[in-house]
């Protein structure tokens, strides 16, 4: 399969410390790719070094067949690069349907209107008219991904979406990512709950200390109880 996405050998530093080291991996399209790793592992500076938030000292970044590194991440998002942060930025002052009209994204329509939006997030209906802020935090989570399908991505790219989720919600988010799937969306999402990306994705990359220590599919990945145990909490 020929890959939608493709980060080849990042370096990226913050200062003088070295972050990530020769830092790869693909995402087919229609494929759900997970990185995993324990905390500090490099995952979101990965992410934030394919969006363009992150400037990389070398390496390649190509999106679509198009050679993308270093270009700024509002460029990556009106190309097709659905960015969902750690940090769920929604904005606390507008209603739940001005955040998702703020999704749009100039030129990028498609099978993502706000009707359909809607119905995979039934529960944002009755609460369409309530201040963002006001929200819990598996509410937000939901918005924020939500949002970024606003902007009809070509790729969704999820940073630790269960992070800090009550289980009952990241059964939630699990039964939505699976329907989001089934509708040809390519994803990749960084994650520490060895469950939830055993539920969701189709192929694994670990990284441990910014160095990519595993790339496998997931029906390989759930036999490699080593792996599981160095690099992971498990
Ligand atoms: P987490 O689950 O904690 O978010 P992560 O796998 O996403 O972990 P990163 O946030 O990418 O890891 O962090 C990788 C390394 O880079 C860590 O050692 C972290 O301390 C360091 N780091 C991250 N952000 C900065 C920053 N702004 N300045 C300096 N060092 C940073």
């Known amino acids: 399969m020929s890959a939608i996405l493709e980060a080849v050998d990042l370096n990226t530093y913050y200062g003088r410390s070295h972050i990530l080291f020769d830092v790869s991996l693909s995402v087919a399209s229609g494929e759900t790719v997970c990185l995993m790793g324990r905390n500090g592992a490099g995952k979101t500076t990965t992410f934030r070094s394919i969006m ?3 400037s990389t000292k070398s390496g390649k970044i190509v999106f679509k067949g198009k050679d993308c590194t270093r270009q700024p991440a509002f460029r990556m998002a009106r190309m097709g690069l659905g960015y969902v942060p750690e940090d769920r930025r929604i904005l606390g002052s507008f209603t739940v349907r001005e955040n998702l009209e703020l999704g749009k994204i100039p030129g990028r329509g498609g099978r993502w209107t706000m009707a359909k939006v809607l119905e995979h997030f039934p529960t944002m209906i009755h609460m369409k008219d309530r201040m ?5 935090g598996g509410e937000q989570q939901m918005l924020t ?3 970024a399908l606003m902007g009809n991505p070509d790729v969704l790219v999820l940073d630790e979406p269960t992070e800090g989720l009550a289980p009952v919600i990241v059964a939630v988010l699990r039964e939505l990512i699976m329907t989001i799937k089934a509708e ?8 520490q709950n ?3 990306a055993m539920a969701v994705s189709d192929r694994v990359v670990v990284i441990d200390k910014g ?3 595993y790339s496998g599919t997931m029906e390989e990945f759930k036999r490699e109880e080593t792996v599981q145990k160095k690099y992971l909490a498990v």
Do not use: N, Y
Not at 132 to 136: A, D, E, I
Not at 184 to 191: A, D, F, P, V
């Open 184 to 191: 040809q969306t390519t994803i990749l999402l960084s994650e």
């Open 211 to 213: 160095h990519v220590v």
């Open 145 to 147: 991904i939500a949002r």
């Open 52 to 54: 363009g938030l992150k």
């Open 194 to 196: 060895i469950r939830f």
């Open 132 to 136: 963002g802020g006001t929200l819990s």
